[in-house]
């Protein structure tokens, strides 16, 4: 089908947040078009089969859910559903460990006193997380409406305690206060953690954006399993794109923007194409090269992502807990609050760290609608290892970083890995590894970064524009996780684009 020699919206990139921004313009009568790179849309949002063979469909690159907001889902019909995980998290201690079971404060509080002696830091864990409930009630509606300022945010948070510790002051004054034992705090800053290389004191306060971004979302702080993986949102969202009439081509790389600020001309793999709009869902740093500008300095993403399919979940070597409730949370490896700083500071020096910190779950327990039967019959389960302070400059060592995580991981098992990995059609283990420089070359993320550069806090700063989407040519926005307010699976940027579009031509 020949492509239109005008739209009203070009949008550059396929991922997520681009098709939400895709969906909401094409219901509102706009002519758009998606230019997708990859010969498939969904971006770092997809189910893969990852294994040869093997009928799994691994969330290969995102995850879980938490900051997508029940309105976009409601407002563009998408069919798509989450699951609740009742475990929260279990952290292993030796031959115990701490469960937090969100659905019995009774049990959480004996693990509490067990792990540390007392229930000194679990009355602090309920004080403390009870604040941060409060906190995302307040600002995650904001969320997708315009900018607030930061007086006008303070004002809605309405808590000069919680200001504090979460916008002013280094997250890791607030731990040390709240909690006194070390595994405790360092849970607790694993959230501040996730993508992001910083350490609890950073001054710039890195750590306490990102913290802010996972503790708000839904206004529970609540992380959930995509039912079908995630790649069945990514499907949801380009089938409602396409409903409302937009177009979407894959296979089709864009490689230049010009605009004179009222008319822009997008040069793709295929050919040009005008447009009154143009939304880029990639990073600042892609954006300037398209643009033909100096980019930023390029970002680095700091993670391994490890995808496993198992034969069968591996023994623990806590016997109190059932390897189904630990797995079916976050399971914290090597996360305690000194062992997250020692880390940290041999990654920055560029050594690999000697006790890489990682979290894992086991998606397939909450929903095993991913497995075929014939895999969930079998006692098939998929895990997904995601590793903190692996920046991109580690890369060039991902055999010697995969194996001194997985060996922290066989520290608290009561049998090797290894002895539950299944194989695929060729007989091989059915794991595989993804640094920053694969994110780089896979899914286009400029030094692996999946928040495509530092997280913002959500409030208006210099130049960030009404919506936060806005950049130097007016009409050219960024509708991708380097928005403000960006990062993570939520679809934010891309709603805010499309908004801050139609109430530039008077229809929002």
């Known amino acids: 089908m020949p492509l239109r020699s005008a739209y009203d919206a070009v949008i550059v990139g396929g991922g997520h947040n681009g098709l939400v921004a895709a969906a909401y313009l094409a219901r509102a009568g ?6 997708e790179r990859l010969e498939h849309t969904g971006g770092a949002a997809v189910s893969t089969r990852a294994f040869a063979g093997v009928d799994a469909r691994l969330s290969r690159y995102s995850y879980l859910v938490s900051l997508l907001p029940r309105q976009i889902v409601e407002e563009l019909g998408l069919k798509f559903a989450t699951r609740r995980r009742r475990i929260s998290s279990y952290t292993p201690k030796g031959e115990g460990g701490l469960l937090v079971d969100s659905g019995s404060a009774s049990r959480t509080r004996e693990s509490f006193e067990r792990v540390t002696g007392s229930d000194r830091d679990f009355e602090s864990w309920q004080r403390f997380y009870g604040m941060t409930h409060r906190v995302a009630q307040r600002i995650f509606p904001t969320l997708t409406g315009p900018l ?9 948070v309405d808590d000069l305690e919680a200001w504090s510790a979460l916008f002013e002051r280094p997250l890791g004054e607030t731990v040390e206060a709240e909690f006194a034992d070390d595994l405790v705090r360092g849970v607790v800053l694993t959230d501040a953690l996730i993508g ?9 306060l890195l750590q306490n954006r990102c913290f802010l971004y996972h503790v708000i979302g839904g206004g529970t702080g609540d992380w959930d399993v995509p039912v079908g993986g995630m790649g069945a949102l990514t499907d949801a969202l380009a089938d ?13 790389e864009v490689t230049g923007i010009e605009t004179d600020g009222e008319q822009a001309e997008v040069t793709y793999a295929g050919g040009r194409v005008g447009a009154k709009h143009v939304l880029v869902n990639a990073s600042p740093h892609t954006l300037a090269g398209l643009l033909g500008e100096p980019a930023p300095p390029k970002p680095e993403g700091a993670q391994l ?22 797995f079916a949370g976050t399971f914290h490896i090597a996360e305690s609050y000194g062992q997250l700083q020692t880390a940290y500071e041999e990654a920055a020096a560029g050594a690999v760290p000697t006790a890489p910190p990682s979290e894992i779950y086991c998606h397939s327990l909450t929903d095993p609608s991913i497995l075929s039967p014939e895999l969930a019959a079998q006692g098939t389960h998929t895990l997904t290892l995601f590793g903190l302070h692996a920046p991109a400059r580690l890369s060039s060592a ?4 995969l194996k001194a995580t997985l060996a922290q991981l066989d ?4 049998e090797p890995l290894t002895d539950c990995l299944a194989l695929d059609a060729d007989g091989r283990p059915c794991i595989e590894a993804k640094t920053p420089a694969d994110l780089e070359r896979e899914v286009g993320l400029p030094g692996g970064h999946i928040f495509h550069r530092d997280l913002s806090f959500p409030y208006a700063g210099e130049n960030t524009g009404r919506w936060g989407v806005e950049t130097s040519r007016p009409n050219v926005l960024l509708c991708g996780a380097g928005a403000v307010r960006g990062g993570g699976v939520s679809g934010i940027p891309g ?4 908004m801050a579009v139609l109430e530039r031509e008077g229809d929002a």
């Open 30 to 35: 706009r002519s758009v078009l998606v230019l």
């Open 148 to 156: 607030p300022s930061r007086a006008e945010l303070e004002r809605i």
């Open 196 to 204: 992001t290389f910083t350490y609890a004191h950073d001054p710039s």
């Open 240 to 252: 409602a794109a396409r409903a409302a009439g937009a177009e979407i081509v894959t296979g089709a």
């Open 305 to 326: 992502k490890v995808n496993m399919l198992l034969r069968r979940l591996p023994r623990l070597r806590d016997r109190a807990v059932d390897p189904r409730e630990a």
């Open 398 to 401: 991902k055999d010697a970083l």
């Open 411 to 414: 520290a608290v098992l009561a």
């Open 495 to 498: 709603h805010n684009a499309a």
